[in-house]
């Protein structure tokens, strides 16, 4: 709870992934996918309930052996490859009515951390904004993209009346990293979506800004963790 305000906190994860098989539940670093996030959402001072919206059980056994409270099972439905990512949250949202915020935490983010968490929620509430998302710079700025024409000709993806040739002129520019969503409940249930004009953004470092989607994804976030418990543990 932050300034009487409860928070309700949602880890989606369903059985089916075509880049990871079995992804949620894969280990890494020594444990389950899914445990990383777990155990930093348990250590938030604001988060008034952490649930799991799933449809399979062998997910959902392992999230209750983590101390994870599963309230429901997802429906089928709303867990194809076509289920767009804010419709679990809706239904938890309508399952459990009786909270102020709602926070969406991906399991494949694993190198947040509970002050990514607990930094996010305060910048939504100390910044009176309806919805707050992680994200990080990029290192591939948009101003040096281009799309290609039907003749593979050249087009900027962004239009400039002067290119910009050094990397130091370029805009700050910032992705979404997909670790953490946090609206206002009757906001998000309005419109829809975390993301709106709105919206204020909550900046995470690069090194922990990795959402996992491929199996590189997999063995870069495996190698930054294993790392962390070994400088961790002094080896």
């Known amino acids: 709870m932050i300034g009487n ?18 992804k949620n539940i894969k ?16 250590k938030s001072r604001y988060i008034d309930r952490l649930i799991l919206s799933s449809e399979d059980n062998k997910i959902i056994e392992i999230a209750r052996s983590q101390g994870c409270d599963v ?3 997802r429906p089928k439905h709303l867990s194809e490859d076509a289920t767009p990512g804010i419709d679990p949250v809706l239904h938890a949202i ?13 399991p494949t983010s694993p190198l947040r951390l509970v002050e990514d968490i607990d930094g996010c929620i305060e910048n939504i509430v100390n910044m009176g904004a309806p919805a707050c998302v992680s994200v990080a710079e990029t290192n591939e700025s948009p101003y040096w993209m281009y799309t290609l024409k039907e003749n593979k ?10 290119e910009i040739e050094r990397r130091q002129e370029l805009p700050d520019v910032y992705f ?3 670790a953490i969503y946090v609206a206002d409940v009757n906001w998000l249930l309005k419109n829809g979506t975390f993301l709106g004009e709105e919206t204020v953004a909550y900046v995470m470092p690069r090194n922990r800004s990795y959402d996992i989607d491929t199996e590189d994804d997999f063995y870069i976030c495996e190698y930054l963790l294993v790392k962390k418990l070994n400088d961790k543990n002094g080896q």
Not at 154 to 162: D, R, S, V, Y
């Open 5 to 22: 305000k409860k928070i309700l906190a949602i880890i989606p994860a369903r059985g089916g992934s075509k880049g990871v098989p079995h």
């Open 71 to 73: 309230p429901f099972i």
């Open 94 to 106: 309508n399952q459990l009515p009786d909270f102020d915020y709602v926070i969406l935490l991906q």
């Open 27 to 42: 280990k890494i670093a020594g444990k389950p996918l899914i445990s990383w996030t777990i155990e930093e959402a348990k």
């Open 176 to 178: 979404t990293n997909g």
């Open 153 to 162: 000709m050249l087009k900027q993806l962004i239009a400039q009346e002067k």
